[in-house]
């Protein structure tokens, strides 16, 4: 299956810092990628849809001032927590929407574990 | 409303088989997919159906019936590391994937 990779795995910060999280889809390419955000015991939640080129698609409640997301490449889509607040201290999940096959498939990076102090 | 339902919970034995039910009601129907998630991990793709009938996978196979509203991921011969979280999602008129709450399996031996 597509390979999605996401960097940081894990990241600690102070309250007031801002976090970039970077998504790659390595081996297709993806105009479409997703960002989710997970609390523990609880579902995916979709944030934002990103689209290669254009400006991001966020999710009613999410604020697009908090959360930058840049998708500047088929393969490369960031997200940037500014002035990241323990209540950001989540697991942020993105995905990448592979149309290459005979499927439309999403296939997840390993996640992203944001803790603020 | 878009809605996905399936069970919170299950608990099958190692060795036995066991039928995760999913329905759902969207706005369009693009497919279903099956993801898998262990504890602590994101999701890993399993199956994608978007014809009715059976989409056999080694041990894994999944169902669907776009008439009824309806898949169910089928997991045989279960193993511990089965245990994990099965989230059923349905790709809407717009390409966006509505996402059911999951159901967690436990295995016991």
């Known amino acids: 299956g597509a390979v999605v990779s996401q960097h940081p795995s894990w990241v600690i910060c102070k309250s007031g810092t801002s976090v970039k999280i970077e998504c790659r889809s390595l081996d297709f390419q993806a105009t479409t990628m997703f960002w989710y955000r997970q609390f523990p015991k609880q579902s995916l939640m979709l944030m934002a849809t990103?689209?290669?080129?254009?400006?991001?698609?966020?999710e009613q409640g999410v604020e697009k001032d908090k959360f930058l997301i840049n998708h500047a490449s088929l393969t490369l889509s960031t997200l940037t927590v500014t002035s990241a607040h323990p209540e950001d201290s989540s697991f942020y999940i993105c995905s990448a929407r592979d149309t290459s096959g005979y499927t439309d498939t999403q296939y997840f990076g390993p996640g992203t574990r944001l803790t603020v102090l | 409303g878009q809605n996905i339902d399936q069970p919170t919970e299950m608990t099958a034995t190692e060795g036995a088989i066991v039928q995760i039910n999913c329905t759902y009601q969207?706005?369009?129907?693009?497919?279903l997919f099956w993801y898998q998630q262990h504890a602590g991990e994101a999701p890993t793709f399993l199956s994608y159906?978007?014809l009715d009938g059976l989409e056999e996978k080694g041990r894994f196979s999944s169902f669907l019936s776009r008439s009824k509203g309806y898949s169910y991921l089928l997991l045989k011969e279960l193993q511990m590391k089965d245990s994990a979280s099965y989230l059923c999602?349905?790709?809407?008129?717009?390409?966006?994937?509505?996402w059911g709450a999951g159901t967690k399996l436990i295995i016991k031996p």
């Open positions: 999602a349905v790709m809407d008129s717009n390409y966006q994937l509505i």
């Open positions: 159906n978007v």
């Open positions: 969207t706005s369009g129907f693009n497919g």
């Open positions: 990103s689209n290669e080129g254009s400006k991001a698609t966020y």
